[in-house]
């Protein structure tokens, strides 16, 4: 059965007190005042509830995918507006064999479909972003 976000216990072995592991592997932290969006027992989404889009490149959110509550990935998305195009980086870590798949999405911001990404290396997701003045390492800004 699953359940909605009113059971969040399912992500509570993988919430900010998870951090300090997130941090030993590189994996981008659960920023501070976030909050869940989705929790059920295949995973949930942290990101801000309340966030103004602007133009400022951001953190947006942090995806958990679990299976029989075990955490398989972790998947973070990085956005920058600074016109009409949105800019995404997406990296997903598999927690399994300790690897990184990273994609980068570029799409018009009205746009009714989402556009395919274009896979890239890790190097190059860190490269972009913290060109936007963010970096994975070390939570949104430099």
């Not at 592991?21 to 942290?46: H, K, M, Q």
């Not at 998305?77 to 195009?85: G, M, Q």
């Not at 800019?87 to 999405?105: A, L, P």
């Amino acid at each position: 059965m699953i359940r909605t976000i009113s059971d969040q216990s399912y992500l509570q072995p993988y919430n900010f007190n998870f951090n300090q592991v997130r941090d030993s592997l590189g994996v981008p932290l659960i920023e501070n005042g976030w909050a869940i969006l989705r929790a059920d027992s295949s995973g949930g989404i942290w990101g801000f509830s309340n966030r103004i889009r602007d133009d400022k490149p951001y953190h947006s959110k942090k995806e958990v995918k679990l299976r029989n509550l075990v955490l398989l990935k972790e998947i973070d998305s990085y956005e920058c507006i600074p016109d009409s195009l949105n800019h995404k980086v997406i990296y997903e870590f598999d927690f399994s064999n300790r690897t990184w798949n990273c994609i980068y999405v570029k799409e018009k911001s009205n746009a009714i479909l989402p556009a395919k990404g274009k896979k890239i290396l890790l190097k190059q997701a860190d490269s972009i972003i913290n060109r936007w003045g963010l970096n994975r390492l070390s939570g949104s800004s430099k």
